[in-house]
């Protein structure tokens, strides 16, 4: 009998050590979480008083405020929506990149917009004014792109090499 509640007692001790080492880092016992509370209400308490005093702002600078904000998410996600456009296009040219026998420098995608057009030929992403292997690139359409070679200007479409297939062929 008397093993029996040695056994019981040590058995109870051992869990209660177990939950205390093991019981997850943040929980703590319920009188300190009773005073943390009480302090975390005085601090609420004192910030509403803290809010009378500062100056109440006009509802013309908190319609502006708000204004302001919604044209900065507006921005934001055009600038995500751009850039998410970008990468398929890029994914789009590596894809169809893999897939060419011959040629080289093909035009494979056009990004378009007012602000700034880019296009992407071999996998690469290029603006107007840039040069691939001595072929400038004039003017960027939605459709079609414009490249200088000896003074020479010709449209070269989506799938299109910039190069013509003789010289691509001598170039070897």
Known sequence: MRRGIILLIIVVVLIFLGYRVLSKP??????????????AAGRRVGRRA????????SR??????????REERKRLREER?????????????????KGRKYGYNILQAIFYSEGGSYVIID??????????SGRKIVRI???????????????????????????SIRGR
Do not use: F, W
């Open 141 to 167: 359409e939605k459709e079609r792109i414009i490249i200088e070679y000896h003074g020479e200007q010709k449209p070269v479409k989506v799938g299109e090499s910039l190069t013509p297939i003789s010289a």
């Open 26 to 39: 943040g929980r703590r016992p319920a009188a300190t979480r009773k005073t943390t509370d009480t302090l």
């Open 123 to 132: 996998g690469k992403t290029y603006k107007v004014g840039d040069e691939i």
């Open 60 to 69: 013309e600078e908190r319609r502006l405020e708000r204004k302001r904000k």
């Open 81 to 97: 929506k751009r850039r998410r456009m970008e990468e398929r296009m890029r994914k789009r040219a590596i894809r169809q990149r």
């Open 50 to 57: 803290g809010t009378l005093e500062r100056r109440r702002t």
